[in-house]
């Protein structure tokens, strides 16, 4: 029946419109596959944490904002003797920015990195009562702290999921996971935050970036070595099961 023909056309030009939900039970974003990533990290680095040394909110702040274009091996190296002279936000509020730029030098930009660290230092003071502040919205507040630095600080030290730490290591590996299509690590921070538990973001990051540094190095990974290999289909594969 010609009404019927029509009424089946139209059906069918609708068909395409598939909701990104249905669509990830079968690509590189269906739930089985992230839970066996999951599980994969899980399994490589049960125990990863942050890698900078901090014994208080208030010094991996400091080591965060420090470790911007540095290694977090630098960063400890610098941090036991900046915290010995300044060890509270009181006493960082004191110190002049000569004194703190002598001190951390080796981790380079340190012009900025002593104003920003001397301006956390005096604002945590001054609005804080001298203590690192516990919110996204007032750490964010803060000279030389960013989300990705808020998000590391409330992951760690309070045990709060704001987001998804995407630094060098989280970009790279999310793109060659195909968990991620996007470019900045603002927009691969909301991709990731999408399809992963809430539960997984803050230990996610930690163990990604210890799969950077020990496995999937930048030039070139270490793909034999590597428990994510079956999983993984990037073009930058050095090896393939
Ligand atoms: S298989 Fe290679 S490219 Fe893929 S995650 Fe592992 S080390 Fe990285």
Redesign the pocket.
């Known amino acids: 029946m010609p009404i019927a023909k029509t009424k089946s056309k139209t059906a069918a030009k609708k068909q395409p419109k598939t909701s990104p939900a249905s669509r990830a039970t079968h690509g590189p974003l269906a739930p089985e596959r992230i839970a066996a990533i999951l599980k994969a990290l899980d399994e490589a680095y049960p125990a990863a944490e942050c890698a900078l040394v901090h014994r208080s909110p208030w010094e991996l702040l400091v080591a965060t904002i420090l470790s911007a274009q540095c290694t977090d091996v630098r960063v400890n190296l610098v941090t036991p003797e900046l915290f010995r002279r300044f060890p509270t936000p009181a006493a960082m509020a004191q110190a002049t920015l000569p004194e703190l730029e002598e001190l951390i030098r080796t981790t380079g930009f340190f012009h900025n990195k002593a104003k920003s660290i001397q301006g956390a230092a005096k604002k945590i003071v001054a609005e804080f009562g001298g203590q690192v502040p516990e919110t996204l919205a007032e750490l964010i507040t803060l000279p030389g702290v960013a989300r990705k630095t808020a998000s590391v600080v409330l992951g760690v030290c309070f045990g709060k999921a704001e987001g998804v730490v995407v630094d060098t290591h989280v970009l790279r ?1 999310a793109h ?2 195909d968990l991620a299509k996007t470019e900045t690590p603002e927009k691969v921070e909301q991709e990731l935050m999408r399809i992963l538990p809430p539960s997984r973001w803050i230990d996610f990051s930690h163990q990604i970036i210890h ?1 950077g540094r020990e ?2 190095a930048a030039r070139k ?3 034999d070595r ?1 428990n ?2 079956p999983l ?1 289909a ?1 073009k ?4 393939q099961s």
């Open positions: 590996i060659r996971l799969h496995i999937c990974p270490h793909c590597c994510l290999e993984c990037s930058d594969k050095t090896w």
